[in-house]
């Protein structure tokens, strides 16, 4: 059975992100979309502010969709999915001060959802103008760059050239991996936005050519940063799945998102996998091609990452 697809657009307050759903709702493209808009408080205004439209919108208030409201979000996911056929995929627009984790996190943890609906990509919109200084006193703004798939660097009128090349350096320092695309008033392709299959097994095999460095390690404000780590040699199943299952059930509060693809000892697959704090999913998928080296490439963003302690662990993995 086909799942349907759910964008998540977040970012925070005022970056753009209900001008982009608005445009996504008013291109000419043929496909029907569910929307559910989350606005933070009693009284919700973001469903005022979305177009008219064909398209259901459904709205959450008195509270971030990351908090007492996912209880909310999994019901409406659940109704939606007894109608489906009404509408080809599903756009969750978050409030701006929303951690997308927990949203990321539903389609893992509730069977209902995961069986007929897929998280497609995290897409965070950025106030080119603005960030510097959120990056600098807003928790939630560095976790929104860090979860992304596709960042949106927004309002580039309002900045210059140099700004943009700063302010994209200080976002690949918290999300080496993500697309950056820079945009005015939230214009862009919208291929480059939708069914990017950011959370597919199947298509993370096909990584950014920036996603992995070996050993490199970004950083902002020693807070959320991302090491990324190979190993030549194959690797020991097992001694990966405990290595992993511990350092996630140990820290993964800390740890935003992992993911990579692995090389094991007597496997002609590649292992594709990826996780959202404490919770993983994991498959072997293509075989390594002929002339592909198997290397194995891994990368966790998040808190307080003891790299020392990461690279030898990894590293431990290797087979005898």
Known sequence: MDRVPVTVLT??????????????????????????????????????????????VFEMNNGCICC???????????????RKGRFDAILIETTGLADPAPVAQTFFVDEDVQAKAKLDAVVTVVDARNIEARLADSKEAREQIAFADVILLNKTDLATAEDLDRIEGLI???????????????????????DRGAFDLDRILAFEPQFLREGHVHSHNDDIASISLTAVEPLDENKFNRWISSILQSKGADILRSKGILSFVNQDDQFVFQGVHMLM??????????????ISRIVFIGRNLDVPALKAGFEACRAA
């Open 11 to 56: 970012g925070y307050l005022g970056a753009g992100k209900t001008t982009l759903l608005n445009r996504i709702l008013t291109e000419q493209h043929g496909k029907r979309y569910a929307v559910v808009v989350n606005e933070f408080g009693e009284i919700g205004i973001d469903n005022d502010l979305v177009v008219e439209t064909d398209e259901e």
């Open 68 to 82: 007492t409201v996912r209880g909310d979000l999994i019901r409406i996911l659940t109704g939606l999915m007894r």
């Open 172 to 194: 690949r320092a918290v999300n080496t991996s993500a697309e950056i695309h820079r945009t005015r008033n939230s214009v862009i392709d919208l291929d480059k936005v939708l």
């Open 281 to 294: 999913d994991g498959d072997y998928r293509r075989p390594w091609a002929a002339d592909d080296p198997r």
